[in-house]
């Protein structure tokens, strides 16, 4: 589940965001990946404002946490069973950028972007895999990208990136480095 805001109710903490798979029961632990990490144990599952024992893939719950303070959290973290997502700070993807009415302009190797992963906003440098240091609008293309925070990825995973502040194209991970070479904790 991509953490998307956090509340605090008494003594626990709540995160909020939609389950994106699998299900969460009362009493399961979960790690909180990217950004930082922790592992809570859930005590409660919050859906709409009613209590439920157990949540499942496609709903937005919060989550009722014990043994983890707010301060940990963070709008982009990933809550998930422990040991079944990394968290990475590099990726390979294959990307495509937009047309320069809708905001695509050149994208050159060593160049700063805005990732948006899940719920997550990373800055992050890319460097083209191609036989040209530059892509142009409408293009697609081969890249590597060094984020400057780990974030919680997955092949497969598809993101969006802004260039100068203007959406500029949307990508696929295609590969990950072996986890303990980039691992957050």
Known sequence: MPVEDVFRRGGLVMPTGRIERGRVREGDEVELVGLGGATAHVTGIDAGE?????????????????????????????????????????????????????????????????????????????????????????????VTVRLEQPVALEEGQSFAFRHHGRAAGSGTVTRLPHPLDLRVG
């Open 50 to 142: 009613r209590p439920v024992g157990e949540a499942c893939a496609g709903m937005n719950v919060g989550l009722l946490l014990r043994g983890v303070v707010a301060e940990a959290f963070a709008r982009g973290q990933v809550l998930a069973a422990p040991g079944s997502v990394d968290a990475h700070a590099g990726f390979a993807a294959d990307i495509t950028l937009l047309s320069e009415e809708h905001g695509g302009a050149e994208v050159r190797t060593g160049e700063r972007l805005q990732f948006h992963i899940r719920t997550a906003v990373v800055s992050g440098v890319v460097t083209s895999t191609e036989d040209t240091d530059a892509l142009w609008p409408l293009h697609k293309g081969a």
